[in-house]
Structures are given as C-alpha cells and as structure tokens.
C-alpha cells in the first residue's frame, strides 16, 4: 500500500513565478491536510480539504495561496508570484476520515525555493 | 486545542527506554493525546494516541495520568534512528464533527547516543 505521495520532492523558482505543489493521498483517504515547515520552525497548519471541499483554511494566507482536491486526480498547493519569505517546506497529510482519532499519514515533503 | 508543554531537548543512551513527557495541564474531557515524531527533514511519523488509557503498539507505549493532565511516551529500546524532534499534541474529537488539523508545538528534540 504506497504511503502519501508529493511532488516535486525539490522545487526551484525565481521569485515572481507560480509553484505547483501535488499530493496524491494514500489508498482510501479522502482527507487532505497541507502544512508548511519554514527553516528552523516547526509545522503550522495551512489547509484542510475532502475531495470538492475545502473544510479548514485557517492556517492559509489570505493571499497567493490556493489548494483544491478534486474529485479525480491530486491535491494542488499552489502559490502565486512567490517571494523568498515562501522557501520552506511543504508537507502533505492524508487521512481515512476526518475524525480526530483516525491518524495523518505524511508525505516526503516538497522542499521550495525561491530564488 | 489544548497547549502542550515539553522539554526542548533530551538524551538517551541506545538501547534504554526513552521516556519524553508533556504537560496538558488544560485538556477537556474530548481531547486525545497523540505523539508523532520527525526525523531529520522527512515528513512527521504517527506513533501513538490515547485518551486517558494506556497504550502500547509496536513502537511505543503511552502512559497518561489519571488526571489526563501529563502523558509519557515510552520507546522501550531506544535506537540511533529513533533520534528525532517528538511532538505531543492533544486534538478534540467532536462526535459527528470533523476537525483534523494538527497543531504542532516545538517538541522534544530526542538525541539517542551510542
């Protein structure tokens, strides 16, 4: 059963371009939970999704930034004109259901940089 | 979701229990206790959750208080590659309500020693 995939695991852009990030979540979850990791921070939330649906998106910034999960294919993290301040890591989680008892399950990560 | 106190850091020789405490001195009655930890620069790994029972799987065990005030994670023989940053992380379990997010703390960076 392959875990959560990301891709790309390595990312460059200059500043200014647009970010594509992809997680295709494990067998059977229908879950999908972004969080970014800036160098020598821990994890924050950004965005939660079911499939069609963003649930929680919180921890998103108000600008640049959109996710989706549709109903075939990936979830996309994307990020417009990105600045230097975006260079981190992107982790992306799966779960079962959404109920807190069911465990995420984590990605590789995509680590962005911006030039 | 409650806050989570841990130490920053901590050692253990390899092939000893390590044993990682947090305080949750503000968790409500529908909050689970769930431990994941990081290794260098790949994605967090579940361990283990609980509510106020212990529980012990094929990685760790998990010790809450009576008072569910403070939980221990246990690796019983600590190895070189379980040195990693462990988060403790209470979450609500609202029944029919769906709210997954995970919200990460600074952690334990664990350093197991030969």
């Known amino acids: 059963n392959a875990g959560v995939m990301q891709n790309p695991r390595h990312l460059v852009r200059r500043r200014g371009q647009e970010a594509r990030l992809r997680c295709s979540p494990m067998?059977?979850?229908?879950?999908v939970y972004w969080y970014r990791q800036l160098p020598e921070e821990g994890l924050k939330f950004m965005v939660y999704?079911?499939?069609?649906?963003?649930?929680?998106e919180s921890g998103m910034p108000k600008e640049r930034f959109s996710a989706e999960f549709p109903k075939e294919g990936p979830s996309i993290l994307r990020i417009q004109q990105v600045v230097r301040g975006d260079s981190a890591a992107y982790f992306c989680?799966?779960?079962?259901?959404?109920?807190?008892?069911?465990?995420?399950?984590f990605g590789p990560g995509t680590r962005l940089t911006v030039l | 979701d409650a806050k989570t106190t841990q130490p920053p850091s901590m050692d253990c020789a390899e092939g000893r229990a390590a044993n990682l405490p947090c305080n949750h001195s503000?968790?409500?009655?529908?909050?689970?206790v769930y431990w994941y930890r990081q290794i260098h620069s790949q994605g967090p790994q579940y361990i283990i959750h609980?509510?106020?029972n212990n529980e012990t799987n094929e990685m760790a065990s998990l010790i809450i208080t009576e008072d569910r005030k403070s939980s221990t994670l246990i690796l019983p023989h600590a190895t070189l590659r379980d040195t990693a940053v462990y988060y403790c992380?209470?979450?609500?379990?609202?029944?029919?309500?769906?709210?997954?997010?995970?919200?990460f703390g600074q952690g334990t960076i664990l350093t197991v020693h030969p």
């Open positions: 989680a799966s779960s079962r259901s959404g109920s807190s008892y069911n465990e995420q399950f």
């Open positions: 999704l079911q499939k069609e649906n963003i649930i929680d």
């Open positions: 609980g509510l106020k």
């Open positions: 992380i209470v979450r609500v379990n609202i029944g029919g309500t769906s709210y997954g997010k995970l919200t």
């Open positions: 503000t968790i409500s009655g529908n909050e689970y």
């Open positions: 067998k059977g979850h229908s879950h």
